[in-house]
């Protein structure tokens, strides 16, 4: 309510003459009240759990947006447990999960940074670029290793009877085939 009440507070939120605090009013009340006490539950659930099984390495798929496992990219980089984050949805120049100034690997390194996993596994040379060249990952923190979820798919494509898989689909010899999943 104090920050709210201050006047270079609702200053800030005008763009072009237009008020945009009131229509934030309630995003906001809901950062402070509902979403910044859910951190700091996870913060302190992600201490715990790390506290009790003392793990080598703290592997998370949705890093940029679960609030769990954000606190446990940050609660294990704290306590000195290396960290690791597999890309698990598309990663785009615009996507707000990911597009932050002052990434950082370590809360120790750069107190007020956005904090990520010390290596980012993504599917290809595109989805690092996007995080390097557009966004602010360090290079040295995001690995190409592939898709984990479908290379296996396409791995079982090549082993299996593919001539079967086309009379069943009637799909003649020389034709691609490609698989969307």
């Known amino acids: 309510k104090r920050i709210a009440s201050h006047p270079a507070f609702g200053a800030t939120w005008v763009y072009r003459g237009v ?12 950062a402070f009240t509902k979403h910044l006490p859910e951190v700091v539950r996870s913060l302190e659930r992600a201490e715990t ?5 003392r793990p080598r390495c703290v592997l998370v798929t949705s890093e940029a947006v679960g609030v769990f496992e954000r606190a446990l990219v940050i609660k294990a980089g704290m306590m000195g447990v290396p960290t690791v984050g597999l890309q698990h949805g598309m990663i785009f120049a615009n996507h707000y999960h990911y597009m932050h100034r002052g990434i950082t690997t370590s809360v120790h390194v750069q107190a007020f940074g956005f904090v990520r996993p010390n290596v980012t596994c993504v599917w290809g040379e595109g989805r690092k670029r996007t995080l390097t060249e557009v966004g602010s990952y360090p290079s040295q923190s995001v690995e190409v290793t ?36």
């Not at 759990?49 to 099984?53: N, P």
């Open 49 to 53: 759990l790390i506290v009790k099984e």
């Open 146 to 181: 592939g898709n984990w979820r479908y290379d296996n798919v396409a791995d079982f494509m090549k082993v299996s009877d593919g001539l079967a898989i086309r009379r069943r689909f009637g799909i003649p010899i020389g034709k691609k085939v490609a698989m969307v999943v």
């Open 19 to 30: 008020a945009l605090l009131p229509a934030l009013t309630e995003e906001l009340s809901a």
